[in-house]
């Protein structure tokens, strides 16, 4: 499975392509930042950053594409640039009928270093890790890309075949962390019922 990742920024816009077997091996296929400077106008901007993701859609054709959410910040305008290219990468994806994954940054972070806290420089150490890369992608937009795609694979079910032992793949950690949400999510719908 290909899954592109997308950290949304006008400045830096972080993207990350991985494949996943269906083992949850991950192989670094692409990752880059598409960049706009600040004094160029808006629209231009969103013109270049809309260019670009298009660009890599179309070069390697993913299966899904995860985005961080957008979430509330205290610079308002940062939040606008951001959600501004989250709605240019989800209409990208729509226009190619590709499945989409919004993660918030707790998510991710949870998914690859087993921590929701954990700092940047942990989610690029993990990333290096996980892809098997000699050092950590740069700037952290482009780790934190990667780190997108790579939780968005691990959270879809297994693509694989379940063997006859009834293993579906998954790490031992994956399935705790599989084990988890699904204890959850019977915990909500519980409530929910009562």
Request: glycine share 8%; with cysteine; aromatic share 2%.
């Amino acid at each position: 499975m290909r899954v592109l990742g997308i950290d949304p920024g006008l400045t830096r816009c972080g993207v990350g392509i991985v494949d996943v077997s269906p083992t949850r091996t991950a192989v670094l296929v692409h990752v880059s930042v598409i960049q706009t400077p600040p004094e160029m106008p808006l629209e231009l901007r969103l013109l270049a950053v809309a260019a670009g993701i298009e660009a890599v859609l179309d070069e390697h054709r993913p299966d899904h594409l995860a985005v961080e959410r957008v979430f509330a910040q205290h610079n308002v305008r940062t939040v606008m640039g951001t959600a501004q290219v989250s709605g240019i990468a989800l209409l990208a994806a729509a226009r190619r009928s590709l499945p989409v994954g919004l993660h918030t940054p707790s998510e991710v972070k949870a998914a690859i270093t087993g921590y929701g806290q954990a700092d940047k420089k942990q989610v690029g150490t993990m990333v290096a890790k996980v892809l098997k890369l000699a050092e950590i992608p740069r700037p952290a937009d482009a780790a934190d890309a990667l780190a997108l795609a790579i939780c968005h694979a691990w959270r879809l079910p297994p693509a694989g075949p379940v063997t006859a032992s009834g293993a579906s793949g998954l790490t031992p950690a994956q399935q705790a962390w599989r084990a988890a949400e699904q204890g959850t999510k019977s915990r909500v719908a519980a409530r929910r019922l009562a």
